[in-house]
């Protein structure tokens, strides 16, 4: 179930990932996001546009809005 302070953020470039996190690549950066934070799809493969729930706080500390 989706909380309230979570946003769809689009087109994030799937890049890899570790353990604890997603990497993914925005306007020519590469951007650590924990996989604690978010939902993604976990099918998501190397350069596939995705879109990630992530609280606003967590999009915003990260540059992406």
């Given at each position: 179930m989706?909380?309230?302070d979570?946003?769809s953020?689009?087109?994030l ?16 950066r ?5 996989k ?15 879109t ?9 500390d990260?540059?992406?809005?």
């Amino acid at each position: 179930m989706a909380r309230k302070d979570m946003i769809s953020v689009e087109d994030l470039e799937f890049r890899t990932e570790t353990n604890e996190a997603i990497i993914i690549e925005y306007c020519g950066r590469e951007i650590t996001l924990p996989k604690s934070q978010i939902e993604w799809p976990e099918d998501a493969t190397r350069g596939k546009l995705i879109t990630v729930e992530m609280p606003e706080w967590l999009a915003e500390d990260r540059g992406i809005i």
